[in-house]
Structures are given as C-alpha cells and as structure tokens.
C-alpha cells in the first residue's frame, strides 16, 4: 500500500514538472509561434504562455531592428579599377510566419544577397562616381534588398555604405591630384584678389582724381562768379557814377568853353607819350569850333595883360616925373 502511494506521489511530482515546463514568456519585442505536432498552428503576442510538453511548441521570433554587417569585398568599377566595399543594412521583421518558414538562415542570405547587388551598383560606376555618390548607392541597393526580403517577412529600413576604398596607387594619384587641385585654386584665388585689388585701386585713383577735377571746376567756377560779380559791382559804380555826372554838367549847364577846355585835358591824357595811335572822333567841328573861341580868348586875353603891363610901365616911368 505505502509502495502505491509513493508511486503515485512520485508520477504527480513528474507531471506537475512536466506541466510547469510549458510554461513559456514571451517578450514584448518578440512574437511566438506555437506549433502543433511540427505544425504552424497560431501566433501569440507577448505574456505568460503555457503550451502543452512533447505536443506543442513556441518558437520566439526578434521583431526589433536589426543591423547586419556585410563583408568587405572587391569590386571592379566601370572605368576597371578595383575598390574594397562593404556595407552595414538595417532590418525589421514585418511577418514573424515568413522570416521562419520561408527562409532558413535570414541573415545569410541577405549578406549574401547584399554582396551581390552591390557588386552590380557599384560596377555600373567609374570611381570618381562611386567616391562621390554613395547615398545613391545606398537607395539603389536598399530598393533592390526590400523588394528581394519582402517574401522573407521582412523590410529593410536603410542600407549604408561604410567605405570605398580604391588601391594604395590609385589613392595617391588622387591625393597629388587634389593637392594640384588645390595649389591652382589658391593661385586663382590669389591671381583674382591682386586683381580685385588693383582694380579697387585704380578705381580709388579715378574717383579721387574727379573729385579733384570737379573741385578745380568749382573753384574756378566760384572765383569767376566772384570776378564776374566785382566786374559787375565796378561797372554799375561807374555807370552810376557817369550818370552823375552827366547829371551834374547837365544841371550846371556848362558853356562850350568848359567843355573844350575839359576836351583838351582829355586829349592830353591821350596823348601821355605811350599810346602810339590816337582815334578822334568823326564829329570834331564842334569841338574845333570852341576850340578856335578858346584860343581868341586866350588872345584877347593876351593882349589886355600886355596893355594892361605897358600901362603899368607907363606909370612907373612917369611917378619920378611926377616927384620932381
């Protein structure tokens, strides 16, 4: 009796074992697919699961981003030059039944399938291209993986390439290349600044030289308006000055006699011994006229002066007369 109850203690041990290994946890980033006697039965979400020992079983599938790093390799360019390429691809699990069943080791395969077709976008590339396009590498490449995955379950997020790398020869051409490159650059830019220098000197001058200019002309500009306005000033004096004295004879009603006498000084200002030409008016009889009074009045006055002196003898000789 007491062998019975410890066999059957014994088999309710073994099968509360059994029954706690069923027990499975599945993560919040997994899925699980449960299988029934090697079939797909259903896929559960994340949580305690319980399934049943020897009969069914949880496989777990990863649904976070994943990241798989190609192997570097050779690639031939267009232009026959020989670069090293790898590149680094981001992936996600969109079907969990897919990625399992459909594909038996994933991230073979998409390496293996990455490598190839980078080999095909690359060779369809001469090299200054394949330096200096790598995100049209990348889309390229991403494009082709996604549409290849798609039946895997998965989706490729992005593809990077982590580096080009060309032969040792080659990467020293370019380099004297780019330093040659280089050396013109900053001749040209040393040539187009002495350029813009010169230019901004000469300009300098320029303007500095019409400034001057169109200072002169202002000055002389100015001093012409200030000669201008003397001559001016000089002239309405004088004229006003000529009118007052037209005024003046005109009102004191001189006689011929005055004005040849005043017509006498002025040809004696005339002829002062400098002028070598002498232009009298046309009009003269007049003047020659008064002129002819003039000289019989200084004759009558000459004769009464000496009459007048004889006279003045006369009485001197007579007065001793006189007194004897």
């Known amino acids: 009796m007491n062998q019975i109850v410890l066999l059957f203690a014994v088999l309710a041990v073994v099968l509360i074992v059994i029954a706690a290994s069923g027990f499975r946890v599945v993560r919040p980033y997994e899925k699980g697919l449960i299988e029934f006697l090697g079939r797909y039965q259903r896929t559960v979400d994340s949580g305690l699961r319980w399934v049943m020992p020897f009969v069914k079983r949880l496989i777990k599938v990863d649904m976070r981003e994943q990241v798989v790093d190609v192997p570097p390799q050779e690639v031939i360019t267009k232009d026959n030059v020989v670069v090293t390429v790898d590149a680094v691809i981001y992936f996600e699990a969109t079907d969990p039944v897919k990625l399992k069943y459909n594909v038996q080791n994933f991230i073979l395969a998409v390496t293996k399938l990455a490598q190839t077709n980078l080999r095909n976008v690359v060779g369809d590339l001469d090299l200054d291209s394949a330096l200096t396009s790598r995100e049209i590498i990348n889309t390229k490449l991403r494009e082709i993986l996604d549409d290849a995955t798609d039946k895997w379950g998965t989706r490729v ?159 001197g000789m007579m007065k001793p007369t006189t007194d004897q």
């Open 157 to 315: 997020v992005r593809v990077e390439i982590q580096r080009i790398e060309p032969p040792g020869d080659v990467t020293e051409a370019m380099h004297r290349q780019m330093k040659a490159e280089r050396d013109r650059r900053a001749l040209v830019t040393e040539a187009e600044g002495d350029k813009r220098a010169r230019i901004l000197k000469a300009e300098g001058v320029r303007e500095s030289r019409i400034l001057e200019a169109q200072g002169q002309a202002e000055a002389i500009k100015q001093v012409a308006e200030a000669e201008r306005f003397q001559k001016e000033t000089v002239a309405e004096g004088e004229a006003r000055a000529i009118e007052r004295v037209f005024a003046a004879i005109h009102s004191g009603d001189p006689t011929p006699d005055l004005i040849a006498i005043r017509y006498l000084e002025a040809l004696q200002g005339i002829a002062d011994g400098r002028a070598t030409k002498i232009f009298l008016p046309l009009d003269t009889s007049g003047v020659l006229g008064s002129v002819a009074a003039i000289g019989e009045i200084f004759s009558e006055r000459h004769s009464m002066m000496g009459h007048d002196e004889g006279a003045r003898t006369d009485q």
